[in-house]
Structures are given as structure tokens and as C-alpha cells.
């Protein structure tokens, strides 16, 4: 191969390694919000990336929604499935021991996979083409719009986001419940409030992954969400658990390298070299790369 | 309590005289005037909806049959037991059919993990299990003693022979020099194919050029499919399943690979074209049993016969299974009896049958040897391009 193809190829696999990336970021920022606000990895959180995706599904195909409607349609029936959630299996347990809140989180995990498949069938579904995919030849790299789309879709967001948590009153109280939950309280901040907000921003930006996937990939089914699900979680860990940024950086790295190994190397070595990589990095910065050192509370 | 238990046990150990009596020859098992088929299939589970077609057209043989009289004077009936598309209950069925309603063959299961989990039940009552579809080696021949396994037989022709068909297709007909194989890492069925087209693709003088592998479920396969591109290969061997080889067509045309895509019966589905998308699918070429679209007598008659029933095209699963039951059949005719190893024997020694998925010859392994239909997928239909003699 020589040097001008072997470019091109970097490049392409670098597009192919951003636009997946770009969605592991976006479910990636969910479990990091909240982690950073109470410390629970929140293990059904790909399973609402999957419910997201059904929503956006039924959006387009029966009620023959366009894109941004069904987009905004998922986005809130993912918020509204968070907050339930979060109300039901995890408020009556936040007082107990950590452990028996994850196991909720599992179990949530489960009960939606699996009423997922009886509500809709294992089989999976086509996605309907919501807008065409133009392919773009720019100097030998090929672009599609789709990919676009994911990447402008997800830096909207990702900058709402960042606007939200650092301009608006909301986002100084849920930095304040991040930083000390008790005084947060005392300095009459509605923590159950804050916490409620957290799982829905966070499940409704899982719902917009959800959909642009389903429009990429074209193919969605009930147990879509796992791996995705634990790629986000690797995602969050490898940016620093809690940190907004770090999630971003976390998930636009993971899907590079899992593109360039795939690519130059063996597909089959893909998940191992990224889960090698969080070991890796987990021992020499327990962090993660944007994390704060800073100990737990007890 | 005890007293139902040993009842119960008294009546399984009488049923297993009665049929052990039945492999003698004694013959005084059956019951006078109908003759009993067992199918040992999917009726649920994740395999239902092969399952559905393969009992729908044993039943369409059966009732074909006993429209011309029977065979040997007597009603043939069909004892539908379901294997709930799980190893374990195959087995279980299996001794269901076997001892309790004492049936003198078996359509089984047909998945090759469900057939081989069957396989040493039916043995031990030496009544035969033909399974439709099952294409894994392991379900005529014992991979421990490497015997072949005297009552277990298959329509399907095996992994090994599509392999190699697709590989002389794509030198032949499509004139290849190099291929890329991309193979799904997580089954058999894809590495079984995978190794045999590029055996047969380096005997016949061409170069395998990229040789890759995924895993089911995944969804993104750009990185790989660029990779490949990079390597300008004449075709890409995609031996896999439908979910996934629909999203790596699709891909691939995104990326700009124009080259032709060719596969295996894990093609066939209706949701290969949902999946992939009409417009990407065109150029792709797979090796399947049979074509509703072929235009032989034995095709022609057995899908009007079908729809007429049913009303629906047969799919593979249904052709297959209308063979398996057809050739038990011709079996007891030639037989001239309904003694399971009669029957049996008779089985082993099918040559040339004009099957609905080809003429028919069983080897020494109880494989079939019999033709390939290559199909075209050309605007989101499937369509007959040619037939492969073996």
C-alpha cells in the first residue's frame, strides 16, 4: 500500500471512528450525570438508549413524523421513562446501601429488555429512511449525510447541555447536589428535584442516540442497547466518571480506536484493545483522563 | 404415590418392548390402519417460524399421500411434537414420539444442536430422525467415534459443498481472481463456509486477498468493510445471517464497494432487503436449496400445491421438509412394510429421487448429494440465476 492511499484510509477510518464515537458520547454523558450526582452507575441506561430508539421508530413509521419531531418525540418519551424510573426503583432506595440501588439498576436493566421483546418481538425491525443517505466524495474520503447529521445532532446537544449545567439556575444546583448533597439540602435546594432532572436530561440525550443509530444503522431490536450500553459506561470511565467533557472525550476516543483497530489491525481484536485500554488507563489515572482527583466522601 | 410411579414406570418400560418388539421385525406394534410419521420441530421458540413452514409442508405431503390411497393400504398420520427450538426438549420430544405414540420414522428438528441432542434417543429405539435443514456435520457422523450414525439422516445438502459451490461460482460465472472473506465469528455455520469457499477458491488457482471477521449482533462494520475495500478484491464472501449481512451490504455501498456480494441459505429472508435495502442488494449472489422462481416440474407443482394450502410462497424450510417427508415415504413403499428398520434401510438406499430441491442421492454418510440453486437478488426480489450439480 503506499503512502497517499494508506492517508486516505486513516481518514476514512477516522470519519467511520467519529461518527460512532459521537453516539457512544451521547449515551456516555447520561451514566456520567448520573454518577456525578449520585454516584450510581446506572446500568439501565442503554436499555432507555433502546426505548429511545422504538419511540423514534414508531414516531416515523405511524405517526409519520420527519425527523426533528420524532427526534424531540423520543427524546421526551426517554425523559419522562428516566424520571419514572428513577421515582419508582431508585428514590425508595437511595438511603440504603450502594449495592442494593445497582442491583435495581440490573434489574431495571432486564425487566426492559425483556418486556421489550414481549411488547415488540425479538425480531429486529427496520428502521424507515427518514431522509436520504447522500454520499459525499471529498478528495477520495467518503462521507455520508447520515454522518453528518450524528455529528451536528450530537454537538447541538452536547453544547445545550454544557450551557444548561454551567448557565442556568438548574445547573448550579445539580453542580451543588454533585459537590455535597447535604448542603445542598440545607441551603434549600430541592435535591429529589435535581436528581429527577438529571435522569431525564440524561435518558432523553440516550433517546437521541438511540434514534440517530436506528437512522444509521437502519436496524433496531430489543437487546440493541447492551453493548452500546457498556461501551458508554467504558466511554464515561475512560473520560473520568462525573465529568461532562471527559464523557465526550471518552466517547469520540473509544470509537477511533475501535475504527483503527479495526481497521489496520483485526476486527476481532476490536473490543479487546478498547476494555485493554480502560485497564490500562484505570491503573495509571483511577480518574480517568478529565477525572478530578478528588477522594470520595464517606 | 408410589403406587402411579411404578404404573408409570411398568407403561414406559411396556412402550419400550413394544417398540423394541417393533425392531425385531415382530411388527405387532403399529396399529392396524394408520401409520404413524412423528415431527420433532420448532412449533415455538426463537426457530418458529422455520418450524411453522417445515410442519406446514410435511403435513401438505402427508395429506397428498393419503388423497392417493395411503401407502401399503393404510392412512399415514402426522404426531407433531414441539422441541420449543431448545436442545433439551428436543430430546425429550423425541422420546416423546418414539415411545409413547410409537411412530415408525421422524421428521426432526431443524436446527443441528437440536437434531444431535435427539440423535442418541431415536438411535436407542432404532427408529430413524430425518432432519430437514440441519447442515452441521456432526448430525450424520459421530465426531467422537467418527462413525456415521445409522439412524439419523438429512434433505439438506452440508456446509462444506455451499462453500464450494459459491467459491466455482464466483470463478466461473462471474470470473474472479481475488475474494475477500468476511465471516461472522460467533457460528459455525459461517467459519464451516468461510474455510470451504477459500479451500476451493485457492485450489482453482485465485487469491483470497482479505480474510475478516465480525461477531453477531454488531452493528458497525465500516472500519472492516474499508479495510477491505483498500485491498480492491473481484468479490466479498459474506457467509452469515441475514440482520447482520444486511447492514454489511448496506455499509459497503455507502463506502462505495461496488464489487459483488455472495452468501449462503443464511440469506434467506424476506428482512434481508428491508435490512440492507433493495438499491445495495443488487450484485449479490447466494447459494440456497431451492427457488420458488426455478422453473422444473417438481418446483412448479409442489409451489402451487403450497399456495393453494397455505397461501404463501414455501420457503426453504418448507421444501426441504416436503423431501424429508416425501423420500420417508417412498421408503415404506419400497419397503413394503411399516418396521422403522425396514424403513430405515430403505431410506439408506434413496438414489436419484426427483426431490423438490433436486435429484436426490444419499452418500455413505446419509448426506444428500444434490444440486445448489444460486440465487440473484435483484431489486429487493429474489430471482433464480442458475442451478450447481455437485
Known amino acids: 500500500m503506499d503512502s497517499s492511499s494508506l492517508i486516505v484510509q486513516f481518514g476514512q477510518q477516522l470519519i467511520n471512528g467519529i461518527s460512532l464515537g459521537s453516539i457512544y458520547a451521547l449515551i456516555a454523558l447520561g451514566y456520567t450525570m448520573v454518577y456525578g450526582i449520585i454516584r450510581l452507575i446506572n446500568f439501565a441506561h442503554g436499555d432507555i438508549y433502546m426505548v429511545g430508539a422504538y419511540a423514534g421508530y414508531f414516531a416515523t413509521s405511524v405517526f409519520k413524523f420527519s425527523f426533528v419531531p420524532a427526534l424531540l418525540f423520543s427524546m421526551a418519551t426517554a425523559a419522562i421513562l428516566g424520571m419514572t424510573i428513577e421515582k419508582v426503583a431508585y428514590r425508595p432506595l437511595r438511603s440504603a446501601p450502594k449495592i442494593a440501588i445497582l442491583i435495581a439498576a440490573i434489574g431495571v436493566s432486564l425487566f426492559l429488555e425483556y418486556s421489550g421483546m414481549l411488547l415488540v418481538s425479538p425480531q429486529p425491525r427496520t428502521f424507515p429512511a427518514v431522509f436520504n443517505a447522500e454520499i459525499y466524495n471529498v478528495g477520495g474520503l467518503i462521507i455520508n449525510s447520515q454522518q453528518v447529521v450524528i455529528?451536528?445532532?450530537?454537538?447541538?446537544?452536547?453544547?445545550?447541555?454544557?450551557?444548561?449545567?454551567?448557565?442556568?439556575?438548574?445547573?448550579?444546583?445539580?453542580?451543588?447536589?454533585?459537590?455535597?448533597?447535604?448542603?445542598?439540602?440545607?441551603?434549600?435546594?430541592?435535591?429529589?428535584?435535581?436528581?429527577?432532572?438529571?435522569?431525564?436530561?440524561?435518558?432523553?440525550l440516550a433517546a437521541a442516540a438511540g434514534v440517530l443509530v436506528g437512522i444509521y444503522y437502519n436496524s433496531i431490536d430489543p437487546l440493541m442497547g447492551i453493548m452500546p450500553g457498556l461501551k458508554a459506561f467504558v466511554a464515561a470511565v475512560l473520560g473520568g466518571i462525573g465529568s461532562i467533557p471527559g464523557a465526550m472525550l471518552g466517547g469520540t476516543m473509544l470509537g477511533v480506536i475501535e475504527a483503527l483497530v479495526s481497521g489496520f489491525w483485526s476486527?476481532?481484536?476490536?473490543?479487546?484493545?478498547?476494555?485493554?485500554?480502560?485497564?490500562?488507563i484505570l491503573l495509571w489515572r483511577p480518574t480517568g483522563l478529565l477525572g478530578k482527583n478528588i477522594r470520595e466522601k464517606v | 404415590m408410589s403406587k402411579t410411579r411404578f404404573a408409570k414406570l411398568v407403561s414406559v418400560m411396556v412402550g419400550v418392548l413394544m417398540v423394541a418388539g417393533l425392531a425385531?421385525?415382530?411388527?405387532?406394534?403399529?396399529?392396524a390402519d394408520v401409520?404413524?410419521?412423528g415431527a420433532n420441530l420448532e412449533m415455538t421458540g426463537g426457530n418458529a417460524t422455520f418450524g411453522q413452514s417445515?410442519?406446514?409442508?410435511?403435513?401438505?405431503?402427508?395429506?397428498?399421500?393419503?388423497a392417493k390411497g395411503g401407502v401399503l393400504g393404510k392412512q399415514l398420520t402426522l404426531v407433531v411434537a414441539d422441541n420449543k427450538s431448545e436442545a433439551a426438549e428436543a430430546a425429550n420430544a423425541m422420546q416423546k414420539l418414539v415411545t409413547q405414540d410409537k411412530v415408525v420414522a421422524v421428521i426432526a428438528p431443524i436446527a443441528s444442536s437440536s437434531v444431535i441432542a435427539a440423535a442418541q434417543v431415536n438411535a436407542d429405539n432404532k427408529v430413524l430422525a430425518i432432519s430437514p435443514t440441519a447442515s452441521n456435520p456432526k448430525v450424520t457422523v459421530d465426531p467422537n467415534s467418527g462413525k456415521v450414525r445409522d439412524f439419523n439422516f438429512r434433505a439438506a445438502f452440508i456446509d462444506s459443498f455451499q462453500g464450494s459451490v459459491m467459491a466455482t461460482f464466483a470463478q466461473k460465472s462471474l470470473s474472479a481472481k481475488t475474494a475477500a472473506v468476511y465471516i461472522d465469528n460467533s457460528s459455525d455455520y459461517a467459519k464451516g463456509l468461510g474455510q470451504f469457499f477459500q479451500e476451493t477458491f485457492e485450489k482453482n488457482g485465485g487469491k483470497i486477498v482479505a480474510s475478516e471477521a465480525y461477531l453477531a449482533k454488531d452493528t458497525d462494520f465500516k472500519s472492516t468493510l474499508t479495510k477491505i475495500k483498500s485491498q480492491n478484491p473481484d468479490v466479498v464472501f459474506v457467509p452469515g445471517?441475514?440482520?447482520?449481512?444486511?447492514?454489511?451490504?448496506?455499509?459497503?455501498?455507502?463506502?462505495?464497494?461496488?464489487?459483488?456480494?455472495?452468501?449462503?441459505?443464511?440469506?434467506?429472508?424476506?428482512?434481508?432487503?428491508?435490512?440492507?435495502?433493495?438499491?445495495?442488494?443488487?450484485?449479490?449472489?447466494?447459494?440456497?436449496?431451492?427457488?420458488?422462481?426455478?422453473?422444473?416440474?417438481?418446483?412448479k407443482t409442489f409451489v402451487e400445491a403450497y399456495k393453494k394450502e397455505y397461501n404463501q410462497t414455501p420457503d426453504a424450510f418448507a421444501a426441504l421438509s416436503y423431501d424429508a417427508t416425501m423420500m420417508v415415504i417412498e421408503a415404506i413403499k419400497r419397503a413394503n412394510s411399516a418396521d422403522p428398520v425396514k424403513i430405515k434401510e430403505e431410506l439408506a438406499k434413496t438414489k436419484d429421487y426427483q426431490a423438490v430441491s433436486g435429484l436426490i442421492t444419499f452418500n455413505a454418510t446419509h448426506d444428500p448429494v444434490?444440486?445448489?440453486?444460486?440465487?440473484?437478488?435483484?431489486?429487493?426480489?429474489?430471482t433464480f440465476k442458475e442451478k450447481v450439480n455437485p
Open chain 2, 54 to 66: 417445515a410442519t406446514n409442508a410435511a403435513k401438505l405431503a402427508i395429506t397428498e399421500v393419503n
Open chain 2, 241 to 299: 445471517y441475514y440482520q447482520e449481512v444486511g447492514m454489511i451490504i448496506k455499509q459497503a455501498r455507502e463506502l462505495g464497494l461496488t464489487v459483488p456480494f455472495l452468501g449462503g441459505d443464511g440469506w434467506d429472508s424476506a428482512k434481508l432487503p428491508e435490512i440492507g435495502g433493495a438499491q445495495a442488494l443488487n450484485n449479490s449472489f447466494f447459494s440456497n436449496h431451492y427457488s420458488p422462481d426455478d422453473n422444473s416440474a417438481a418446483v
Open chain 2, 24 to 31: 425385531a421385525g415382530c411388527g405387532g406394534g403399529q396399529q
Open chain 1, 267 to 280: 476486527s476481532t481484536f476490536r473490543d479487546a484493545v478498547a476494555f485493554g485500554i480502560l485497564i490500562i
Open chain 2, 35 to 37: 401409520i404413524k410419521l
Open chain 1, 151 to 204: 455529528l451536528v445532532v450530537s454537538l447541538l446537544l452536547m453544547v445545550i447541555l454544557t450551557y444548561v449545567v454551567q448557565q442556568t439556575k438548574m445547573g448550579k444546583a445539580m453542580r451543588a447536589v454533585s459537590f455535597d448533597t447535604d448542603a445542598a439540602r440545607l441551603m434549600g435546594i430541592d435535591v429529589d428535584r435535581v436528581i429527577s432532572f438529571t435522569f431525564g436530561v440524561g435518558s432523553a
Open chain 2, 370 to 382: 444434490k444440486s445448489a440453486v444460486i440465487i440473484e437478488m435483484k431489486d429487493g426480489k429474489q
